[in-house]
């Protein structure tokens, strides 16, 4: 009798198990991320940031990872997305670190009706003339970095520039928002040059040629590796002490920033966020997750974060498959590390603050001091007409 009863209780609770752990790896995510290539920290990056927001909000195991390398070219990007919609049957995608990708993969995504959280590619527009309601952003758009920038440098004085950026196009529209916004307020550029992305090693022709138009200033746009090997040669072959250097942020992001060392100390940039952004949430995400990976986080960490952050709060709102998680992504609006958070639901972008900074030495490493903020940029629609 009394087996029965124990035999009875067990199955019991087994049954109540099953059905606690019902909603268990429920939504199947597909990462489609860089771990190749010239941006493959960047793709790591973003992964750790994702997972530590599927944790913190206790929900690791209600989301199955499938994991792509895009390599951050657009033709292998396009395989892996078919691959995850297709073969895998995800229920939303993450990722995409290079605007190419997200150019390459626009269609599918949106002819799929998978929604597309984009954690990094700034792509413009895949939140503007070429928008989807399946492709959510959380991370920034081009034009939204370095358009303040333009209007920013204007006003400190700054009169005549030189660009240089990866040609591709997330170089190409950077700088063409920077250059807009900086002859809008009066200033000139007076040399513009696409240097091969990927490849280029040696940045001193280059240089050379923007010495010879003797700016006040060069702007540029680099990250990942080409950043580093870019703000090295800038200062080993002396344009440092006589040019300043100004960019989008990634340049001299805190991921590698220490193997830049003091050749970035004094480059001058704008970001959507930076670890020294001095608020209660901030600080805590700061120290959590230096905790857990002994290291500051960067703008692709938090981009990851927020990516999964959004997600958990889809999954805490009731979603469960492609269309209520598309349903609940542009509803998003939260105050996080970078400050407010919120999806334009006239275009599928981010609306938050950008944070110009200037890297200072901090006893033996170096640091990003907060020189200025202009509070909740918003992207023109673009030609999107999601709403
Ligand atoms: C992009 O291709 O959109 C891109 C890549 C790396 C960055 C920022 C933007 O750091």
């Known amino acids: 009798m009394k087996n029965h009863l124990l035999a009875a209780l067990m199955a019991c609770a087994s049954a109540a198990f099953v059905a606690n752990t019902a909603h268990a790896a429920d939504i199947k995510v597909g990462l489609l991320l860089p771990k190749s290539g010239p941006y493959a920290a960047l793709g790591k990056e973003i992964e750790d940031g994702f997972n530590m927001a ?12 499938v994991t ?8 292998v990007g396009v395989a892996k997305a078919r691959k995850l919609v297709l073969q895998d049957e995800v229920d939303a995608m ?9 150019g390459a993969v626009r269609d599918f995504v949106d002819g799929s009706k998978v929604p597309l959280v984009v954690a990094n590619a700034g792509n413009d527009e895949a939140t503007g003339k070429n928008c989807s309601r399946y492709i959510t952003r959380v991370s920034f758009s081009n034009a939204q970095i370095n358009r303040p920038m333009g209007e920013w440098m204007a006003r400190i004085g700054v009169k005549k520039v030189y660009t240089l ?11 063409d928002a920077f250059a807009e916004s900086f002859k809008a307020a009066g200033g000139e550029i007076v040399g513009s040059e696409y240097t091969p992305f990927g490849k280029t090693q040696d940045f ?3 240089l050379t040629k923007a010495k010879a138009a003797s700016p006040d200033a060069i702007y540029v746009f680099y990250a990942g590796k080409e950043a580093i090997t870019f703000v090295k040669q800038y200062d080993s072959f002396g344009l440092k002490k006589d040019i300043p250097l100004y960019g989008s942020g990634f340049l001299t992001s805190p991921l590698y920033v220490a193997a830049e060392g003091p050749a970035a100390i004094g480059v001058t940039t704008a970001l959507h966020y930076v670890p020294t952004i001095n ?10 997750f230096k905790a857990k990976f002994d290291r500051a986080p960067s703008e692709f960490a938090v981009q990851g974060y927020d990516a999964g952050r959004v997600l958990v709060e889809a999954v805490k709102a009731g979603a469960t498959d492609r269309a209520s998680i598309t349903e609940q992504l542009s509803k998003v609006s939260y105050s996080g590390p970078r400050g407010p958070l919120t ?3 006239a275009t599928n972008n981010v609306i938050q603050n950008i944070y110009v900074y200037e890297t200072v030495a901090d006893g033996d490493g170096l640091t990003q001091k907060m020189i200025g903020t202009i509070g909740l940029v918003r992207d023109p629609a673009n030609g999107c007409t999601l709403k």
């Not at 792509?68 to 033709?75: G, R």
């Not at 993450?94 to 997200?102: H, K, N, Q, R």
């Not at 950026?165 to 700088?175: L, R």
């Open 54 to 65: 599927l944790e913190e909000g206790g929900k690791s195991e209600d989301f199955k990872l």
């Open 165 to 175: 950026a990866p040609d591709y196009a997330a170089g190409h529209q950077m700088i």
């Open 343 to 345: 999806i334009d639901p």
């Open 279 to 288: 608020t209660p949430e901030n600080k805590a995400f700061v120290a959590a």
């Open 68 to 75: 792509e390398d895009s390599e951050a070219k657009p033709q």
């Open 204 to 206: 001193g022709p280059y």
């Open 94 to 102: 993450v990722g995409i670190v290079s605007s190419a990708v997200l």
